[in-house]
């Protein structure tokens, strides 16, 4: 049984299911009371917008340059005009441009990657337009319990092992959009995740299931996660989102993130994005910034052999809103996001700095 699990070790990709240790409370959110639960983070940004539109006299929505497109895609479909304003992860905030709006728009302002603190929020030239903020990389961070914007959203299944789930709050106590339904579709699409999660548990202790089947299942829950109306939050989301302990699993992903940096930052062609202060933020996965894009092709492929499964957060070829910059498809072809959650220790880290150094060491540029 040993051996089958050390065979069955694996980095990334998304959660297992993880039971939370019966005799710890559940830390708390920001948004405590007044919340609306949403059956994704797009459903919750979905039902945000619609309501502002029909409650604000919304327009336009401002998104940020680097941006995942499945979301921006989701935002298109409610028939809001988007214009995309430039953002720049990868460097410090003093470089960024202020946005500006005029009556009628809302600007979204994103912590990516959990690297950013309620100072960027100055970035919004605030006057004329809302703010709705999305916290879904680190919805515990100070920024998020800080917050002075009209509204957030979050979708919870990227730092939780919930098969999905998204929330909307508003820290200036305006009015929140009504709770939705849970839809059929949704409803399935939440259960074949639920099942993929606990088939690839069962997988990862030595147990009877197969990679392909646990694959199958997520993939097709996830191709139907935010598909159809917009879908509340099923009851099994909502129980399992009480019982985690979120703050030791906070400290777990910035001290992982600490050691992959450290274990990394000699090598001149990659980058690791830090944050200012580890004590303030908590980073959401190792951003890596490569030199070329060929090698971070290189060195992807290499890890998923590995069974490494870094991601690449966003893919900006095949854009679903015009304007994007130059450099921010640059960027998104040179990084790469390599999991640095709770699901993990200092060894793992070491482990997956050491075959980033090897395999970005045997990268030829041709
Ligand atoms: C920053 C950010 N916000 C929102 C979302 C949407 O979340 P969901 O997949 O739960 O709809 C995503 C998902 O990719 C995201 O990365």
């Known amino acids: 049984m040993k051996d089958c699990m050390a065979e069955r070790w694996e980095q990334g990709s998304e959660f297992h299911s993880i039971p939370a240790a019966s005799n710890i409370g559940a830390d708390k959110f920001p948004w405590e009371g007044t919340r609306v639960l949403y059956g994704s983070g797009r459903d919750a940004l979905r039902a945000l917008l619609s309501h502002g539109m029909s ?6 929505i401002h998104i940020p340059s680097y941006f995942c497109q499945k979301v921006a895609r989701a935002i298109l479909s409610t028939g809001i005009e988007v214009a995309v304003y430039p953002d720049r992860p990868d460097i410090p905030l003093s470089h960024h441009d202020s946005i500006k709006g005029k009556p009628g728009d809302v600007v979204l302002l994103v912590n ?30 100070s920024w998020a319990r800080e917050s002075d914007a009209d509204w957030c959203i979050a979708s919870l299944r990227k730092t939780l092992p919930i098969p999905d789930g998204g929330v909307v709050w508003s820290p200036m106590r305006k009015k929140l959009p009504t709770l939705a339904q849970v839809t059929p579709e949704h409803q399935s699409a939440s259960l074949e995740k639920l099942a993929a999660m606990k088939l690839k548990s069962l997988y990862l202790s030595g147990g009877p299931a197969t990679k392909e089947d646990f694959r199958r299942l997520a993939v097709s829950g996830e191709s139907r996660i935010a598909a159809g109306p917009v879908s509340g939050m099923p009851v099994w989301t909502e129980d399992l989102l009480q019982s ?37 933020d908590t980073p959401f996965s190792c951003v890596l910034i490569f030199d070329t894009s060929a090698r971070r092709a290189f060195v992807q492929e290499r890890l998923v052999e590995s069974h490494v499964y870094a991601a690449v957060l966003w893919p900006l070829d095949e854009p679903a809103v015009d304007g994007i910059p130059n450099y921010s498809i640059d960027l998104s072809r040179r990084m790469l996001s390599v999991h640095c959650d709770m699901r993990y220790d200092e060894r793992d880290m070491f482990r997956v700095a050491a075959m980033i150094r090897d395999f970005g060491e045997a990268f030829h540029d041709a």
Request: include cysteine; aromatic fraction near 14%; charged fraction near 30%.
């Open 244 to 280: 985690f302990p979120v703050e030791s699993w906070r400290m777990r992903r910035r001290s992982n993130h600490e050691t992959l940096c450290d274990a990394l930052q000699d090598i001149f062609w990659v980058k690791a994005l830090a944050p200012d202060s580890y004590t303030a």
């Open 55 to 60: 409650e604000r006299g919304w327009r336009r």
């Open 112 to 141: 990516s990657f959990g690297l950013r603190g309620k100072a960027y929020a100055s970035v919004a030239d605030r006057g004329d337009f809302e703010i709705i903020e999305d916290h879904s990389h680190d919805p515990w961070s």
